[in-house]
């Protein structure tokens, strides 16, 4: 089945020590999406890629940084988390025509900050 | 500035009643009106979309209302059942450029009683 899949799915680090999550997609989507969701929160974009072109929120801290090395695959990359990274970290996934288009979430990595 | 705004927080329904949730907006420009349903640890999907140049969508017991004057919109869920038990989220978009950009309302939990 075509599918939005994240590695690990709950990620523990220790207050400053880089981490960085993966997501990865089989449905070709030209769009790749990734949203923090805090505890009984609505999901915040952190920033998307259109194919190879980077778009990154105003307010995403500069903490937050992403890499897409193919169509596939897309990393969010924290360099040096604080406990109030701690969140679920959603990817999502959008074919990015003109359309009314739908996301496509994968399941989301927990991430835990010690 | 929240750009789309949700009520109730939470809802508490038995077994075949009707739950209401509703959203609004301010934008004008936004074109699509999703519902996301999550379940906890899951990442959000898609339940149903409307535009706005209709007033209601019906997609099994899920209806869209589309208010365009008042820009508002609602979801009801006929004859809803214990496993509907899960957060809904509306949110509204626009075309950014390259991609479509989601901007989630604050999540209503909803509770239906056997």
């Known amino acids: 089945d075509a599918m939005v899949i994240q590695n690990p799915r709950y990620q523990v680090t220790q207050f400053g020590k880089p981490v960085t999550l993966s997501c990865s997609q089989t449905?070709?989507?030209?769009?790749m999406y990734w949203y923090q969701q805090k505890s009984s929160q609505a999901p915040k974009l952190l920033f998307h890629?259109?194919?190879?072109?980077?778009?990154n929120e105003a307010d995403t801290p500069d903490n937050f940084q992403s890499r897409r090395p193919n169509t596939s695959f897309c990393f969010l990359d924290i360099r040096s988390p604080g406990l109030g990274d701690a969140a679920m970290y959603l990817c999502?996934?959008?074919?990015?025509?003109?359309?009314?288009?739908?996301?496509?979430f994968g399941p989301g990595t927990r991430l835990t900050v010690l | 500035q929240q750009q789309v705004k949700q009520s109730p927080q939470s809802l508490i329904v038995q077994k075949g009643g009707i739950p209401i949730i509703n959203c609004a907006y301010e934008?004008?420009?936004?074109?699509?009106f999703p519902w996301y349903q999550q379940f906890p640890g899951k990442g959000p999907a898609l339940l149903i979309a409307?535009?706005?140049?209709?007033s209601e969508k019906k997609e099994g017991r899920f209806t869209i209302s589309f208010n365009k004057s008042a820009k508002q919109f609602s979801l009801h869920i006929m004859d809803s059942q214990p496993g509907d038990s899960a957060t809904y989220f509306c949110?509204?978009?626009?075309?950014?450029?390259?991609?479509?950009?989601?901007?989630f309302g604050s999540g209503t939990q909803l509770t239906v009683l056997p």
């Open positions: 890629y259109y194919d190879k072109d980077f778009n």
């Open positions: 999502a996934t959008s074919r990015g025509d003109s359309s009314y288009n739908e996301q496509f």
């Open positions: 934008n004008t420009a936004f074109d699509y």
């Open positions: 949110a509204v978009s626009i075309s950014s450029g390259s991609a479509r950009q989601l901007t």
């Open positions: 449905l070709n989507h030209n769009v």
């Open positions: 409307i535009r706005p140049d209709v």
